[in-house]
């Protein structure tokens, strides 16, 4: 069982960066790809970002490639995604996930998710 808890989203003009973090609880932390997803309003849920279980593999949605940066801390059970030359379009309810096995882009195999930090951009 793995319980995870978001923190850092906000509200940032566009152009601005933040930093999103995800604290994990539970010991198999290091056991567990971690991922980013967000939702819009009216959108279904979208994969962001992806980092394997060592952190030596990332993958990310085609749309933050170049803008947004996924790493983890196993020491301190944490993911971060660094975010930066953000876009209106980035505005979404951000979620932290976690799937034992390999990184994938659809949600429902992801197994267990934080509750959701909002991040607004504006224009």
Not at 31 to 42: E, H, N, T
Not at 50 to 66: E, L, N
Not at 85 to 109: E, F, M, Q
Request: hydrophobic share 35%; glycine share 12%.
């Amino acid at each position: 069982q793995v319980q995870l808890v978001e923190s850092g989203g906000g509200l940032v003009q566009a152009g601005g960066s933040l930093r999103l973090s995800c604290a994990a609880s539970g010991r198999t932390f290091s056991s567990y790809a971690m991922g980013w997803f967000r939702q819009a309003p009216g959108k279904e849920r979208e994969f962001v970002a992806g980092v394997s279980v060592s952190g030596g593999s990332t993958h990310y949605a085609d749309s933050v490639k170049g803008r947004f940066t996924i790493s983890r801390d196993n020491a301190k059970n944490t993911v971060y995604l660094q975010m930066n030359s953000l876009k209106p379009d980035d505005t979404a309810v951000y979620y932290c996930a976690a799937r034992a096995g390999i990184i994938v882009v659809i949600s429902t195999r992801w197994n267990y998710w934080g509750q959701g930090t909002q991040v607004t951009v504006s224009s």
